[in-house]
């Protein structure tokens, strides 16, 4: 079935990079673009990154720009989110969703989500 | 940016009730707007897109409506299992509403 799992969440200390990994079954990741979604503890839904299906096209959300990068590897099914100098302010839950078009030439809503990992980033 | 403002941002309500959300974006996005579903501990559910396209399975008590700067969803008859939290999404750059929690009266 269609699905998406999230990896490399955990406890991280402020300023030490982390990685996180979205593993694509049951699709064609190459057709679609591609989302990270964050949600603080208690709080909504923020809305992280973007990657076009082929990676050419990136997009960032203010708050994230400059210290995140999204990537994505079709030919292994995946997506990455890299994490360089996180604070604490970006203690979340972190989805990746799957963007219903490639953003080739437009974007969609997102109808496949993973059920998230959490980053804890604490001294 | 695109500001996304839901309105109320907690409804109290009883099963059978008719629901009605509110999103307002801060300039004009088309029908490029989607609705989503979330339980606690629980990715969100895409319910709506295109501002009133239902997505397959999702109970026809859904309904969505509006287009340019102002939408709603509305649920027509509310069961046990629509108690949740609801976002609305502009996804012109995809920004997030700050949620709306349906709660038990």
């Known amino acids: 079935q269609v699905q998406l799992v999230e990896s490399g969440g955990g406890v991280v200390q402020p300023g030490t990079s982390l990685k996180l990994s979205c593993a694509a079954s049951g699709f064609i990741l190459s057709g679609h673009a591609m989302h990270w979604v964050r949600q603080a503890p208690g709080k909504g839904l923020e809305w992280v990154a973007a990657?076009?299906?082929?990676?050419?096209?990136?997009y960032y959300g203010e708050s994230v720009k400059g210290r995140v990068t999204i990537s994505r590897d079709n030919s292994k099914n995946m997506m990455y989110l890299q994490m360089s100098s996180p604070g604490v302010e970006d203690t979340a839950v972190y989805y990746c969703?799957?963007?219903?078009?490639?953003?080739?030439?437009?974007?969609?809503?997102?109808?496949?989500w993973g059920q998230g990992t959490l980053v804890t980033v604490s001294s | 940016d695109i500001k996304m403002t839901q309105s109320p941002s907690t409804l109290s309500a009883s099963v059978g009730d008719r629901v009605t959300i509110s999103c307002r974006a801060s300039?004009?996005?088309?029908?490029?707007l989607a609705w989503y579903q979330q339980k606690p501990g629980k990715a969100p559910r895409l319910l709506i897109s295109k501002a009133s396209s239902l997505e397959s399975g999702v109970p026809s008590r859904f309904s969505g409506s509006g287009s340019g700067t102002r939408f709603s969803l509305t649920i027509s008859s509310l069961q046990p299992d629509d108690f949740a939290t609801y976002y609305c999404?502009?996804?012109?750059?995809?920004?997030f509403g700050q949620g709306t929690k349906v709660e038990i009266k």
């Open positions: 999404q502009q996804y012109n750059s995809w920004t």
């Open positions: 300039q004009h996005i088309g029908y490029w």
């Open positions: 969703a799957r963007d219903r078009e490639s953003g080739d030439n437009s974007y969609d809503a997102f109808d496949v």
């Open positions: 990657i076009s299906f082929d990676g050419s096209n990136k």
